[in-house]
């Protein structure tokens, strides 16, 4: 506001009558989504990919649990469109259900890994001192192991199942987020903005929630969607290793694993399959977290 | 300098301190202990031992003992080099790992020398042609090889190599000095799948930092004094453009060494990601604690040789 309190005329505000609004909030994505093709595409990809996650048990034209008696390592063809494996169980279906898990597995982690490390991170930056030093030396020892290598420890640890792999996956991904905070945080508190709640009165924990946390979520959200696709090729990676979820769910990494190595020369479809879904979900959403960090990072935009 | 890399060296001790306490803390949340899993598994009473088995078996792995005291040992017997005994292999697991390092050294090394000499020129060639064709094939290039896991390259790899020429990973693995025709077969595709990833995120990167070092003032300075833009690349843009490439190639050396595990296990090499899933799968637990440590060390240690040459490299780090 460029008003000095002794001006007795106020400018006034633009109004903006309904009916003189040339763009609705539709038209608006629709230009959003205009300028961004690649994203936009990226977006319509997962959206599907979800969508055939839903509706596995309508869309898999065979169970993918049961073995179909003379039918094993048969190559793609009308009956089969991708084959089946050596146990004579249908390769397109168990693709469809493994997406369940993928897709399960990055939102649970997205949530899991980020929501408690979003409270620890603005801890860390807003209360300083030792607090921080404690919160800081335990990210910085986490981030000293290699991903993958921190989520088999954990796998062995805990044990093998789906609810395991989400928080290893969760414990390996959350030091990044707790750190960016923490160094947004750092400078968010410096603002004028802070001070002037501060002078109001605000308290310690109103202050934190409703002034500084706001305004730090830009760079969580892209961290957020760029970590989407690293955490279902680690997760994947669990289960080809065969230290992921258990082995009776069909899941796109355990697909990989396994006997599909040991049939790879006699039955390539059996390897061949599985990795490419995976490969176009995991570009799908780098490309998606690309296009958000375009639009909500300011810096790059003008680029 | 001195004073910045004395700084750096004892901030990398606590650390290593902090990382072997968070593996040694992990280690003891297990349920058992490593006296079940040597004496069979089941609980005391119902497998093949007594209790008084079990009890002999934790005071010679010294399990009897207050636990911040067997963390002192571990610790203790880690300075001096000895790691304990193997659970599966009943031999020291120094010497376990230190038959299989060498393997795991080349092939990282390798693939990261590899990735910088792909990806470097790649992502430059990208910025100097932004929007062209050009840089488009290398945006795709690397999204696509950033999308790709390593495991899944690397079985299509192999696949192909098997199709087209006739060539199947050999079970036997061949040291360098025995067989150096069948060592260089044997360690070339792994290397290029490696490679191809760290190549994909270092194309990505050095594009996009090409690209913000051209908007500087001193780059149109350089370009308006008439120096011809080969001269402005590679005098002005690369080496300012060089530098975090640098620092994050280090940070991404960990998803190499997570690679190892998988790609060790397709192409059948005995490296030391071969021996940490072994030792995951049989819960041979000194096995992992030594190999988890030593692998996050090496990770640590790669950072600070990165911090050390970016000090180098940028004397507004050293003097700051």
Redesign the interface.
Known sequence: MALSAGSERAIPLPVIEPGLRTTSRAARLWRLACRNPLGSVSLACLILIALVAIFAPWLSPYDPERSITGAALHPPSALHWLGTDNLGRDILSRILYGSRISLLIAISVSILGTVPAIFIGLLSGYCAGNVDLVIQ??V???S??????LA???M??F?QSVGNVIISLSLVNSPRIIRTLRSVVLSVKERDYILASRTMGARGARVMLLHVLPNCMAPVIILVSASF?AVI??E??LD????GIPPNVPTWGSM??GD??KY??TA?WM??FP?LF???T??AM??LGDTLRDILDPRLRA? | MSHYVIRRLLLFV??LI??S???FI??R???GDPATVILGGSDAGTGGYTKQDLQHVREQLGLDRPIPVQYLLWVGGVLKLDFGTSIRYSSPVGTEILHRVPLTFELTALSLVAGLAAGLPIGMMSAAHQNTRLDYTGRVLS??G????N??LG??V??AL?RWFDW?PPLGYATITEDPQQHIQQILPPVLVLGCGFAAFVARLSRAQV??VL?EDYVRTAFSKGLRSKTVMVRHALKNALLPVLTLSGLH???L???V??IE??FSLPGLGRL??DA??Y?DYPL?QAL?FL??AE??GINLLVDLAYSWLDPRIRYA
């Open positions: 030396r335990f910085d020892s986490l000293a192991f290699p991903g993958l290598i088999l420890l954990f062995v640890v044990g696709g090729i680690i994947s990676s080809f290793l065969g230290l990989l694993g599909a190595q790879v020369q390539p390897a061949v990795g995976l490969s176009a995991v570009l780098n490309l680029g | 606590p650390t902090g990382v306490l968070a593996i992990i280690m949340v297990i349920p999204s696509v950033l999308a790709v896991p495991f899944w079985t299509l192999i696949v098997a199947v690209l913000e908007r050396v960990g998803v060494l997570g690679g595990v998988t296990l397709i940490l899933l995951l799968t819960r992992i988890v692998l996050a990770f640590l």
